[in-house]
Every structure is written in C-alpha cells, then in structure tokens.
C-alpha cells in the first residue's frame, strides 16, 4: 500500500516563506508524478505545482516565480518551497502521487495547513 505524508505547513506573514515537505512510502509506482495541490474554505481544490517522473516541473499561474518544486526519487520525497506568501496563499495544502501508468491510481495525503497573516 502506497502512502504519502506532508510535513511542515504553518502560519507565516505576507512577503515570508514556508518550505513543505512529503514522503511516500509503500510499494510505490515507479512512473509518477507528485504534486501538491491547494484548497481553501468554500473553493475546489487546485493543483499548484507537479513534478514528473524524470520529466518537467509545472505550476499554476498564481505561484509561478514564487514556489519552487523539487522531487528526490531516491528518497521518494517531493519538497515545495513558497517564497513571497500572500494571504490567497492561505489554504490546506495536499500531496498527491499519482501513477502514470494507470489511470485513476493515485494516493493523497492528509494536508497541511498553511496560513499567510499579519
């Protein structure tokens, strides 16, 4: 069983940083991609940024030259580091690893919570 775990959120100020880290665990899928995803109070859950499987980085427009995502497969970790945070920035954030060689299998975590306030 495939299990991922997401570390490190809390409560920052405008303009400061915040690393978060996830790790998977299990009998993982070898192609993948891990992502983290965002989601705040009454809106849909949005992807923000994805690291593939020795493949590309993406990310959503809003966080794009602010959070940087990094992916180390011989730990199986996915890191993203969010610089210059905005109080839009304030949401659960979640780690996902999906396979890439099967649709619709795809494992989530808990979340972490991340608030920008002064």
């Known amino acids: 069983q495939v299990q991922v775990e997401e570390s490190g959120g809390g409560m920052v100020q405008p303009g400061g940083s915040l690393r978060l880290s996830c790790e998977a665990s299990g009998n993982i899928f070898r192609r993948n991609v891990m992502a983290w995803y965002r989601q705040d109070a009454g809106k849909e859950r949005e992807l923000v940024a994805a690291?593939?499987?020795?493949?590309?980085?993406t990310y959503a427009d809003s966080v794009k030259g602010r959070f940087t995502i990094s992916r180390d497969d011989v730990y199986n970790t996915v890191s993203l580091q969010m610089n210059n945070l905005t109080p839009d920035d304030t949401a659960v954030y979640y780690c996902n690893l999906r396979n890439l060689e099967a649709p619709g299998q795809e494992v989530w975590g808990r979340g972490t919570l991340v608030t920008v306030s002064s």
């Open positions: 690291a593939f499987w020795r493949g590309p980085t």
